[in-house]
Nanobody, 124 residues
Framework: HVQLVESGGGSVQAGGSLRLSCVASGYIFTTYCMAWFRQSPGRQREMVADIHDERTESYADSVKGRFTISKDDAKNTLYLQMDSLKPEDTAIYYC???????????????????WGQGTQVTVS
């Protein structure tokens, strides 16, 4: 079965950086659409970045120019490099995957079939 395990969250001061990782298992990593979402208390889960059609990237406007999504196919690992962090980036960050999504990117959360357990990012 598909399993996604995130790591790399933590607490950081505003302006700092973190790198999140998501190790995938149980499926062909290279062919899936992969994404990072985040959710803070009282808010809906929102898309942060996705990588689809093997290498096409999409970003939420709020993180464009600060965050970078990437993946290492040999390690079955998805990354999110987060720079110039702001307090409003505080949230639980989730890794998501789906075998069928392709095209424009910025896919809604409900379209993804597989999710990790989340990792907390706190920016103060």
């Amino acid at each position: 079965h598909v399993q996604l395990v995130e790591s790399g969250g933590g607490s950081v001061q505003a302006g700092g950086s973190l790198r999140l990782s998501c190790v995938a298992s149980g499926y062909i990593f290279t062919t899936y659409c992969m994404a990072w979402f985040r959710q803070s208390p009282g808010r809906q889960r929102e898309m942060v970045a996705d990588i689809h059609d093997e290498r096409t990237e999409s970003y939420a406007d709020s993180v464009k120019g600060r965050f970078t999504i990437s993946k290492d196919d040999a390690k079955n690992t998805l990354y999110l490099q987060m720079d110039s962090l702001k307090p409003e980036d505080t949230a639980i960050y989730y890794c998501a995957a789906d075998p069928y999504l392709s095209g424009s990117g910025r896919f809604p959360a409900e379209w993804f079939n597989y999710w990790g357990q989340g990792t907390q990012v706190t920016v103060s």
